[in-house]
């Protein structure tokens, strides 16, 4: 064989893991601030609910799309052996059809990161699935359900919690430009959605962004389309459908916005502390030599 025609595998690089669960903006984000850390980030889609800023997500990679967040890049791995590629030889981040249960008996991670941001459901305890367990946003208790919380409700956005609970959600919007609760359309019923309106573009109050079931769905307000639900999907009752950025030329749609910024960097701090602090721990119990 010639010199030339000698090929090398690249090396397994070995990196600590970080589960996060969700393909939304915010957990976007986390595995954007992760990676910056030097840990393997794998994302787990969870359909509920349904991602509507999908410029300022990885979500669309599930599609097979190409996203960059940031400067990172993900990539969609349908198996394991495809995600055991992306996170020991590649410098991507993983974005995966398979959920979490299935990740964890792969190969168990040293962050397991909770996302999904489903403010109304039940929150199951996770902490023996991971070293070490993070909850986003309402219904997290630590010591119950997760080990570290950290708030996303705009008066304590990002703030890191290590006992007592996150606020509960409180049906209220963040504001934006001034604007509420009203710059979203709801889903009044469960059915499959079509649009075939890009995120980004500038709408007027009444345009049809889509239909449901074949139900005309308008903008509520004049201003960019911020988010949408992909087209093609079943929606079940009382998600979001789509938002609106009323802002006009400060309107912004793409990349990692401030709240997600503020929750990311809370939650890689709050990694690092609790780690360090576990590591730097004494050892309780006999010692033994010989």
Known sequence: MRAHEISFAPRSRKRPLAVVLGTNEIASAVAVHMHRLGWAAVLSHDPFPPVIRRQMAFHDCLFGDRVTLDQVTAERAETALELFGILDYSPHVAVTPLQFHDLVAMRT????????????????????????????????????????????????????????????????????????????VYAQRRGLWHSAIDIGVRVFKGFVVGHLDGTPIEAPLDGVLRGVVRDGLQIPAGVKLLEIDPRGRAARWTGIDEKSELVASAVSRAIRVELAERAAAPVIGPVVTH
């Open 109 to 184: 991670p040293q962050a397991l990161i909770d996302a999904r941001m489903q403010k109304y459901r039940v929150t199951p305890d996770l902490r023996h699935l991971a070293g070490l367990t993070v909850g986003l946003g309402p219904n997290f208790s630590v010591g119950r359900n997760c080990d570290v919380a950290v708030e996303t409700r705009p008066a304590r956005v990002g703030q890191v919690l290590r006992d007592g609970e996150t606020d509960a959600a409180d049906h209220v919007a963040d504001r934006l430009g001034g604007v509420g609760e009203e710059r979203f």
